[in-house]
């Protein structure tokens, strides 16, 4: 989506955060400003002043595990952008029902970002006992979850990070082709593309890897996007 006007974006930023019907959101810089994700399907956004440049449905997320961690970035992303890739799409999965009442989201939320947060500190937030805290994410909220192992060689805070959508007819073996990569992929499907959030060392080698990629044939288009922030 976009900011309706270029002033306070950092503000627009917040509010969105703020906003209890909204699940996650990236602060971008590019041709969108946000990418926004709500399990609301009533989700109202005129009070904060953007415009949807694009609505689709969000299907569970992949995290590659990384297989080039002996090499540099660059030869990593050499080997990447010179792949073969087989042809064939990622599979579109998507949650049915969740047998959650709001204890169970409170939880979720409190636990999202760091499966190792203290029980009691998410009792602090959610209003109940660190032992009932403890019954619901083992018994109801874990069994429902994706768990992601990340992997960054010289830390998360060391490398950049691009927010990159991708239309192709070869995801499968795109995605496949990532874990040549030192760090982690975060994959995430929608309904015509993916979308690649990609950790490097320098955008120029980035942008040769998929134009190598485009070239051959095994992507359509890709739009390029820089994340500045993330709630």
Same mark, same amino acid.
């Given at each position: 989506?976009?900011?309706?006007?270029? #002033?306070?974006l950092?503000?627009?930023?917040?509010?969105?955060s703020? #906003?209890?019907?909204?699940?996650?959101v990236?602060?971008?810089?590019?041709? %969108?400003?946000?990418?926004?994700?709500?399990?609301?399907?009533?989700? =109202?956004?005129?009070?904060?002043?953007?415009?949807i440049?694009?609505? !689709?449905?969000? %299907?569970?997320?992949?995290? !590659?595990?990384?297989?080039?961690?002996?090499?540099? &970035?660059?030869?990593?992303?050499?080997?990447f952008?010179?792949s073969?890739?087989?042809?064939?799409?990622?599979?579109?999965?998507?949650? #049915?029902?969740l047998?959650?009442?709001d204890?169970?989201?409170?939880?979720? %939320?409190?636990?999202? =970002?760091?499966?190792?947060?203290e029980? /009691?500190?998410?009792?602090?937030?959610?209003?109940?006992t660190?032992? !009932?805290?403890?019954?619901h994410?083992?018994?109801?909220?874990?069994?429902?979850?994706?768990?992601?192992?990340?992997?960054f060689?010289?830390?998360?805070?060391?490398?950049?990070?691009?927010?990159i959508?991708?239309k192709?007819?070869f995801?499968?073996?795109l995605?496949d082709? +990532?874990?040549?990569?030192?760090?982690?992929?975060?994959?995430?499907?929608?309904?015509?593309?993916?979308?690649?959030?990609?950790?490097?060392e320098?955008?120029? #080698? +980035?942008?040769?890897?998929?134009? /190598? &990629?485009?070239e051959?044939?095994y992507?359509?288009?890709?739009?390029?996007?820089?994340?500045?922030?993330?709630?």
């Amino acid at each position: 989506m976009k900011a309706k006007s270029r #002033d306070n974006l950092s503000v627009t930023f917040q509010t969105l955060s703020a #906003d209890t019907n909204i699940s996650r959101v990236l602060f971008l810089s590019g041709i %969108y400003d946000f990418f926004v994700t709500s399990r609301h399907t009533n989700l =109202d956004l005129r009070k904060h002043n953007v415009s949807i440049c694009k609505k !689709t449905w969000l %299907y569970t997320p992949h995290y !590659t595990i990384p297989h080039g961690w002996k090499n540099t &970035m660059r030869e990593a992303l050499m080997l990447f952008g010179s792949s073969t890739l087989e042809k064939g799409n990622l599979e579109r999965e998507l949650e #049915d029902f969740l047998p959650w009442d709001d204890i169970h989201w409170n939880i979720f %939320y409190s636990m999202k =970002d760091d499966v190792r947060t203290e029980f /009691k500190t998410v009792a602090g937030k959610t209003g109940v006992t660190s032992s !009932t805290v403890k019954r619901h994410f083992y018994q109801t909220v874990l069994p429902y979850c994706n768990t992601s192992h990340y992997f960054f060689p010289k830390g998360y805070e060391y490398y950049n990070q691009s927010f990159i959508i991708v239309k192709s007819d070869f995801e499968k073996g795109l995605v496949d082709s +990532l874990r040549k990569l030192p760090c982690t992929t975060y994959v995430y499907p929608l309904e015509e593309e993916i979308v690649l959030s990609i950790f490097h060392e320098g955008i120029n #080698d +980035l942008m040769k890897a998929f134009q /190598k &990629m485009e070239e051959a044939g095994y992507i359509r288009s890709h739009l390029l996007l820089v994340p500045l922030a993330h709630w």
